[in-house]
């Protein structure tokens, strides 16, 4: 009886902060990328649509994901607590056993679902496909997530929770077989004109100067600009069909960008992701939302899960991670993002991150294992690691790529990403002040949030797990013929 009479009051203290309406809620998840559109000042891309939204709503700055790696970070922000906590930390687990959430954990679609959304995890408009429909979660046996796939679906069922996860700025791979020249090709690279180029573009100093490397850029970037065509296409579909009145948009990024040194790694390059929210005008804006506005408040993707939920008229659960950073009862502001790389596949590792407005501490539980770790997928699909590798051991490199090659890695890092925004100079070791007292604090502030958030990075898996993804990636890509265990 209390339960009821608990819900109860809570229905009716939603009723009455919305009447009887609730916003629609569209996530627009962009794979794979950072900051790499026009409004963030990108070069060498086209991001109309993506600009306009930022125009017409609120752009964030610094937002960051809880690990450089999808399943990681969607499991986490997908119930709001961190993957290092609910053991969904590993890249790829939980997927054939008997795994549950920790009891009062749950999938956001389904505290959703308890107030009246339909929930759709968008793949189709109008026939077309728009969306890939990745999950990639980390955990399998939470019954239900979705309750449809087709934009057709969403106007006859309001008010929606609605997920398009893109489909450009991935890999397609063709050939598993041939080492020497990978056939993988970008997915958006089709889908409009090529305004980047080898020519004209300008590569992260980190890697040599090399044609395949300005390749592999303009490629990117062009991909980034085939994305926003396809969000264009929905923000139109958005306009056209009545909903963008009632609709608040967030578009994101799951982790940062598809490159050799950004994807899994804890630099920003595989951390900072883009962040805009728009809201509708049918709907009372919240008293800290400003169209048109630039934020440069320190924002996990963490913190999306509460502000989601509050966006519903739903209260943030007890115990949940995060802090709500948009609506009328917004947390305190962060000082610091934290995040986390484990397993990614076969490839055992422990990395955790501090990120601050202006340093990024860096803490590399394996000095021995770096860049240059095997990863059959990166090797197969990325090219310019092999070449860095060849040009290696012809003695090309020099600088910042070869410091990049070198077996070990810092046990810390420090970087001032005002100054340095590659990330290339390491200050752990300086004497300055300045440095060292943002060395202290954010080397404290990891250690008490280890703790208090129960990291499990401390348990390794045992080898009886870790050993069928060694097979596993063998057989999809093969093992190069440098690699002897």
């Not at 955790?352 to 407005?357: H, M, N, P």
Request: net charge neutral; glycine share 8%.
């Amino acid at each position: 009886m209390k339960i009821l009479l608990s819900l109860f009051f809570i229905l009716s203290f939603q009723s009455f902060c919305f009447g009887d309406k609730r916003p629609n809620i569209l996530w627009i998840v962009g794979e794979n990328l950072k900051l790499d559109l026009g409004c963030y000042g990108a070069k060498n891309v086209k991001t109309p649509n993506l600009d306009k939204l930022a125009s017409e709503g609120e752009r964030y700055t610094k937002v960051f994901s809880t690990s450089p790696v999808c399943a990681p970070s969607r499991s986490a922000f997908f119930v709001g607590m961190y993957q290092t906590t609910t053991d969904t930390h590993n890249m790829r687990s939980h997927r054939v056993d008997d795994y549950r959430l920790p009891d009062g954990v749950r999938p956001i679609t389904h505290r959703l679902k308890d107030v009246g959304y339909y929930t759709s995890n968008l793949k189709t408009m109008n026939g077309e496909d728009i969306g890939s429909g990745k999950l990639d979660l980390n955990f399998v046996n939470e019954g239900k997530l979705y309750d449809g796939s087709k934009w057709e679906e969403l106007k006859k069922n309001q008010p929606f929770f609605a997920q398009m996860n893109t489909l450009e700025c991935e890999y397609d791979i063709y050939d598993r077989n041939t080492w020497r020249q990978p056939r993988v090709e970008w997915k958006g690279e089709k889908e409009h004109e090529k305004i980047a180029t080898p020519e004209n573009v300008t590569p992260p100093p980190y890697y040599p100067d090399h044609p395949i490397v300005r390749q592999e850029w303009a490629r990117y970037l062009n991909s980034v600009s085939g994305m926003d065509k396809t969000i264009g296409k929905v923000l139109r579909q958005l306009k056209k069909d009545g909903l963008a009145e009632n609709t608040i948009v967030m578009f994101f990024g799951d982790n940062g960008r598809i490159e050799p040194r950004g994807i899994h790694w804890c630099y920003d390059t595989g951390l900072h992701v883009p962040m805009i929210i728009r809201w509708p005008k049918s709907y009372p804006a919240p008293s800290n939302y400003l169209p048109g506005t630039v934020k440069e408040e320190v924002v996990s993707l963490i913190d999306l899960t509460p502000t989601t939920l509050g966006f519903a008229g739903i209260e943030k659960p007890f115990g949940m991670h995060g802090r709500i950073f948009l609506g009328d009862q917004v947390g305190p502001q962060r000082t610091y993002a934290f995040s986390a790389r484990d397993r990614v596949d076969e490839t055992v590792n422990r990395v955790r991150s501090v990120r601050g407005k202006k340093f990024h501490y860096i803490r590399n539980y394996y000095p021995d294992r770096h860049f240059t770790s095997l990863n059959r997928y990166k090797e197969k699909c990325f090219p310019i690691k092999p070449l860095m590798r060849e040009l290696m051991e012809a003695g090309k490199l020099s600088g910042a790529p070869a410091d990049l090659m070198s077996p070990n890695v810092a046990p810390e890092q420090l970087f001032d990403t005002e100054s340095d925004p590659h990330e290339i100079r390491n200050l752990a070791g300086s004497n300055k002040p300045e440095h060292r007292s943002a060395l202290l604090a954010m080397r404290t502030a990891l250690d008490t949030w280890i703790v208090e958030t129960q990291d499990r990075g401390e348990f390794p898996e045992p080898d009886e797990i870790v050993a069928p993804f060694d097979k596993e990636m063998h057989d999809w890509f093969g093992t190069p013929d440098w690699y002897k265990k």
